[in-house]
């Protein structure tokens, strides 16, 4: 069964950069079934889509964080990557990993996130 | 951006209810609209996807519908462990965007 899992550090001081790392357990980072995201959630509030990297190495971000973010994988060790930059208090917030899976139907292609990490609380503070 | 809404905000109900939680997206979304239970603390688990599809081991009480901007969540005969918060999301356009949530309590 596939499964993620965050790691890094709690606490980041404001300017400074977030790195985290999600390892994936249960099946390849390189597998074509699936791609890999980051999600996060401020305190209190919904969900936000950071970025997410494919099987071809292609890379998308969500362009009111584009300038920050770098999504990278490391297929030798199964884990994918989320570097964010000058960080402040307004990136306070709970980061996931996800893995995503797609279809392809009558509606076209689709995507869904069916795996996700317990999440990791950041906190850009001095 | 895909903008999307979520109504009520918040409901209560009862165990053994049934409920209809509404998502709409700013423009028409080809049912590249997903559904997600979030428990507090945890991470949000998918229920739906591609607004009618039941995910693996999501019980049957949970379903979805929908077309165009407009989808549904329903659950029916409430249990216990369905007190959660629901988000949907839209993949049809980058970036995808999710609901601000619905807060599903017991009454």
């Known amino acids: 069964q596939l499964q993620v899992q965050e790691s890094g550090p709690g606490r980041v001081r404001p300017s400074e950069t977030l790195s985290l790392t999600c390892t994936v357990s249960?099946?390849?980072?390189?597998?074509?079934?699936?791609?890999w995201a980051w999600i996060r959630q401020p305190p209190g509030k919904g969900l936000e889509w950071i970025g997410s990297?494919?099987?071809?190495?292609?890379?998308y971000y969500n362009p009111s964080l584009k300038s920050r973010v770098t999504v990278s994988r490391d297929a030798s060790k199964n884990q994918f990557s989320l570097q964010l930059i000058s960080m402040t208090a307004a990136d306070t917030a709970v980061y996931f990993c996800?893995?995503?899976?797609?279809?392809?139907?009558?509606?076209?292609?689709?995507?869904?996130?069916?795996?996700w990490g317990q999440g990791t609380l950041v906190t850009a503070a001095s | 951006d895909i903008q999307m809404t979520q109504s009520p905000s918040s409901l209560s109900a009862s165990v053994g209810d049934r409920v209809v939680i509404t998502c709409r997206a700013s423009q028409t979304i080809t049912n590249c609209l997903n559904w997600y239970q979030q428990k507090p603390g945890k991470a949000p688990q998918l229920l739906i996807y591609?607004?009618?599809h039941l995910q693996g081991g999501v019980p049957s009480r949970f379903s979805g519908s929908g077309s165009g901007p407009d989808y549904t969540l329903t659950i029916t005969s409430l249990q216990h462990e369905d007190f959660a918060t629901y988000h949907c999301q839209q993949t049809c356009r980058i970036p995808t965007t999710f609901g601000p949530g619905t807060k599903l309590e017991l009454k």
């Open positions: 990297v494919y099987y071809s190495g292609s890379t």
């Open positions: 249960g099946g390849p980072l390189n597998s074509s079934h699936h791609f």
């Open positions: 996800a893995g995503g899976s797609f279809s392809i139907g009558v509606s076209g292609y689709l995507e869904y996130f069916p795996v």
């Open positions: 591609a607004a009618s």
